[in-house]
Every structure is written in structure tokens, then in C-alpha cells.
Nanobody, 118 residues
Framework: QVQLVESGGGLVQAGGSLRLSCAGV??????MGWFRQAPGKEREFVAA????????YYSDSVKGRFTISRDNAKNTVYLEMNSLKPADTGVYYC?????????????WGKGTLVTVSS
């Protein structure tokens, strides 16, 4: 069982940017993903990066605004979030994916809170 630690959350105004980090695993060995959970809603997929090719995948709601990337030397995965909207508010979770195609999660981090004010 891996231990994932997210950081970088905080309060930002609409239109602003944040970069989340997820440390704890070698991203060249795992498919990695970011998910989020807004208050009163189910957890949803945000973005993923394939361990073999580095190919990236995004939900329609963040495509063009968010970028997932990895730094193999630092064993860290990032989520760069730009043009943030109040609808992006929630707890963001990093995860290892047992199956990327179905977004099947193997391990979760504890999450980091992102609040976007209008």
C-alpha cells in the first residue's frame, strides 16, 4: 500500500491559479490520477497520466484549464489549475489507478482543500 500526500490547496479568487502536488510514489510505475469532491456531491474524476507513455486524460469540465504532469526525479505528480471557477471548489485527491480506462482506484491520498471564491 502506497502513501500519497497531497499539498498546494488553498483559497483563490475566480480566475486564479493553483498547483497541487502529490508525493509518495514513483509515477513511472503507476497510473496516477486526480479526483475531487465538492460539498454534497460524489467524488469525480479530474485528470490522469499513464505511467508508460505519460499520456494525459481529462474530464470535460477541466479540459483546457487543468494540466496533469509528473516529475520522475521527485516522485511527484502535479495538477496545474488555471482559470479557476467557484465550481472547482472541493477536496482534491491524488490516487494510484489500478485501471486507467475505468478510473479504478487502488490507493487514495487524504486530500487537499481548494476553495474558489467568486
Amino acid at each position: 500500500q502506497v502513501q500519497l500526500v497531497e499539498s498546494g490547496g488553498g483559497l483563490v479568487q475566480a480566475g486564479g491559479s493553483l498547483r497541487l502536488s502529490c508525493a509518495g510514489v514513483d509515477p513511472t510505475l503507476y497510473n496516477m490520477g486526480w479526483f475531487r469532491q465538492a460539498p454534497g456531491k460524489e467524488r469525480e474524476f479530474v485528470a490522469a497520466i499513464r505511467w508508460t507513455t505519460g499520456n494525459t486524460y481529462y474530464s470535460d469540465s477541466v479540459k483546457g484549464r487543468f494540466t496533469i504532469s509528473r516529475d520522475n526525479a521527485k516522485n511527484t505528480v502535479y495538477l496545474e489549475m488555471n482559470s479557476l471557477k467557484p465550481a472547482d471548489t472541493g477536496v482534491y485527491y491524488c490516487a494510484t489507478l489500478a485501471k486507467l480506462a475505468t478510473r479504478t482506484v487502488d490507493s487514495w491520498g487524504k486530500g487537499t482543500l481548494v476553495t474558489v471564491s467568486s
